[in-house]
């Protein structure tokens, strides 16, 4: 898809999941490849915004206030990493692919005990930026050497402009 969009600058929003840095895992086959792609958007230089949802459709019925983390330290690999119904998903991918506050941040999303916010601006805002040619989100481990990585996703990411 990123080799299509050459010469244009559309702005990606890419939804993986929590606990995508994690290592040991029995699903690590699965989670590498989400944590590939992000790395993939990131080295694009293309706009993009990398929400890492909580475990969906789990939460209480007052449990309605978004939480926006990063270093994805949330591995249990269960719901208490956090919770978030799909509509507040929806909410946030479609608000990250207008909103300045947004660009260049990769962020956990979850939903906590609490009122909706009226505005998300200020969430995205408070976030940092990943690093500007960083492969991996900001505060994330350094636990995947690109060196250990197939030749074909280093391939892909030599082809990218951070290449």
């Not at 958007?41 to 293309?46: C, D, E, N, P, T």
């Not at 990398?50 to 926006?68: C, K, S, Y």
């Not at 930026?129 to 074909?152: F, S």
Request: charged fraction near 25%; proline fraction near 8%.
């Amino acid at each position: 898809m990123l080799a299509a969009l050459s010469g244009q600058t559309p702005r990606i929003v890419l939804m993986t999941a929590i606990g995508v840095t994690a290592r040991g895992s029995a699903y690590n086959h699965l989670i590498d490849w989400k944590r590939r792609s992000e790395r993939l958007v990131r080295a694009s230089g293309l706009p993009y915004t990398i929400v890492r949802p909580g475990w969906f459709d789990m939460n209480g019925p007052d449990e309605h206030r978004l939480v926006f983390l990063q270093g994805d330290t949330r591995r249990s690999g269960t719901p208490s990493d956090g919770v978030i119904a799909r509509e507040q998903i929806a909410q946030v991918l479609v608000r990250a692919l207008t909103a300045p506050e947004a660009v260049r941040r990769s962020f956990e999303l979850v939903a906590e005990q609490g009122p909706a916010p009226s505005d998300l601006a200020p969430l995205f805002a408070a976030l940092e930026q990943d690093a500007p040619g960083a492969l991996d989100a900001v505060r994330d481990e350094d636990n995947m050497p690109l060196t250990r990585e197939p030749q074909r996703v280093r391939d892909d990411l030599a082809a990218t402009p951070a290449g």
